[in-house]
């Protein structure tokens, strides 16, 4: 059986936080190293089903390839709702981000990184500009698709009548496939998958773009940005007396 593996570091938790002092800087990167960590659960749990199992043939349709799809779809959710709330705490922390102490945490970012940060920025603070862009879409997919229910009913209604009443008809959608095992791993509703794969289709697929892949890769650079500014942190608080 595996077993993660690290080199554990360490650093004064007075250095993290001062007690007796409020410090927006430390809270900010308190939620940055949170939101790193969640980042990185939802990657590696993309890269075990990958590793583990195999990739569907193109267009086919059984157990397997629904499966597949709607864990990726499901990746994609949760890689969307964790887009959105970095988003918003970029956004409710812009006057510390632009302020001077954290310009020069920000210096330890090398070019391409800072490139990387320096888009991710414009669309958090700014997210009316370039509204075609990826960025912008990923921030404009909310509620309806990751973690919020309740009001998703209209939204949903009207992705399953697109993919399985107005949708030329394919494999795909000829039915309503769904699996009712005796356990949790052999049941599953997969007509509720290509409900979310017509939503997210919809509102976030640019021309030929795969926006899974490009999600995917999303996360990846966010977590390296966050890595990375959290060194450049850490060397900062541990130059201080």
Not at 15 to 27: A, G, L
Not at 65 to 73: I, K, R, V
Not at 97 to 109: A, P, Q, V, W, Y
């Given at each position: 059986?595996?077993?993660?593996?690290?080199?554990?570091?360490?650093?004064?938790?007075?250095?993290?936080?001062?007690?007796?002092?409020?410090?927006?800087?430390?809270?900010?990167?308190?939620?940055l190293?949170?939101?790193?960590?969640?980042?990185?659960?939802?990657?590696?749990?993309?890269?075990?089903?990958?590793?583990?199992?195999?990739?569907?043939?193109?267009g086919?349709?059984?157990?397997?390839?629904?499966?597949?799809?709607?864990?990726?779809l499901?990746?994609?959710?949760?890689?969307?709702?964790?887009?959105?709330?970095?988003?918003?705490?970029?956004?409710?922390?812009?006057?510390i981000?632009?302020?001077?102490?954290?310009?020069?945490?920000?210096?330890?970012?090398?070019?391409?990184?800072?490139?990387?940060?320096?888009?991710?920025?414009?669309?958090?603070?700014?997210?009316?500009?370039?509204?075609?862009?990826?960025?912008?879409?990923?921030?404009?997919?909310?509620?309806?698709?990751?973690?919020?229910?309740?009001?998703?009913?209209?939204?949903?209604?009207?992705?399953?009548?697109?993919?399985?009443?107005?949708?030329?008809?394919?494999?795909?959608?000829?039915?309503?496939?769904?699996?009712?095992?005796?356990?949790?791993?052999?049941?599953?509703?997969?007509?509720?998958?290509?409900?979310?794969?017509?939503?997210?289709?919809?509102?976030?697929?640019?021309?030929?773009?795969d926006?899974?892949d490009?999600?995917?890769?999303?996360?990846?650079?966010?977590?390296?940005?966050?890595?990375?500014?959290m060194?450049?942190?850490?060397?900062?608080?541990?130059?201080?007396?």
């Amino acid at each position: 059986m595996n077993k993660f593996t690290c080199n554990l570091e360490s650093i004064p938790p007075s250095k993290i936080i001062d007690k007796s002092n409020i410090d927006d800087i430390d809270n900010l990167f308190l939620s940055l190293g949170l939101i790193f960590n969640d980042l990185k659960g939802i990657i590696l749990f993309n890269d075990l089903i990958k590793k583990d199992y195999e990739k569907p043939i193109p267009g086919e349709i059984n157990a397997h390839s629904g499966e597949y799809a709607g864990m990726q779809l499901q990746i994609m959710k949760l890689s969307v709702a964790l887009i959105d709330e970095f988003f918003i705490v970029l956004s409710k922390n812009e006057d510390i981000i632009k302020s001077f102490r954290f310009k020069l945490i920000e210096k330890g970012l090398n070019k391409e990184l800072k490139n990387k940060w320096t888009n991710i920025l414009a669309i958090a603070l700014n997210p009316n500009n370039n509204s075609n862009s990826y960025l912008s879409k990923i921030a404009r997919v909310r509620s309806n698709i990751t973690y919020h229910y309740d009001h998703s009913g209209t939204q949903l209604r009207n992705s399953f009548i697109k993919r399985f009443f107005d949708a030329p008809k394919d494999k795909s959608n000829e039915k309503a496939y769904y699996s009712m095992g005796g356990t949790i791993e052999t049941t599953r509703y997969f007509y509720c998958d290509a409900v979310i794969h017509e939503y997210i289709n919809e509102h976030l697929k640019i021309e030929s773009l795969d926006y899974i892949d490009k999600t995917n890769k999303l996360t990846r650079d966010m977590s390296m940005v966050i890595v990375n500014l959290m060194k450049s942190y850490y060397k900062y608080k541990l130059s201080k007396k």
